[in-house]
């Protein structure tokens, strides 16, 4: 069974930080793209960032662009996301996916498992 478990969210003020991380299992993580998508409510899913299978290869959103870093750690099975200057319009629930065997994408249709999400909330 896969298993992806986002945590880190939380409540801060703008221009703080928070680091998102996301442990799997069920997968072969070290052969999986992984991305970070968010979404608020009324609004369809929208990517964040993605990494490929060996951390060389990686893309961010424009509007996250300078502020939010996504990296890897194959031999803890986990993704992550740290969240720098963070501004109010950055307040979502933050999901992580996993694409098995595939590249890294900019497209949420693309990934085959997915968290439960985790809320931040940047307040002004």
């Known amino acids: 069974q896969v298993q992806l478990t986002e945590s880190g969210g939380g409540l801060v003020q703008a221009g703080g930080s928070l680091r998102l991380s996301c442990p799997t299992s069920?997968?072969?993580?070290?052969?999986?793209?992984m991305g970070w998508f968010r979404q608020t409510p009324g609004k369809e899913r929208s990517f964040v960032a993605a990494?490929?299978?060996?951390?060389?290869?990686?893309y961010h959103a424009d509007s996250v662009k300078g502020r939010f870093t996504i990296s890897r750690d194959n031999a803890k099975n986990t993704v992550y996301l740290q969240m720098n200057s963070l501004k109010p319009e950055d307040t979502a629930v933050y999901y992580c996916a996993a694409r098995p065997g595939g590249t890294a994408s900019v497209s949420r249709h693309v990934y085959a498992y997915w968290g439960r999400g985790t809320q931040v909330t940047v307040s002004s």
């Open positions: 990494i490929s299978w060996s951390g060389t290869n990686t």
């Open positions: 069920g997968l072969t993580f070290s052969s999986s793209a």
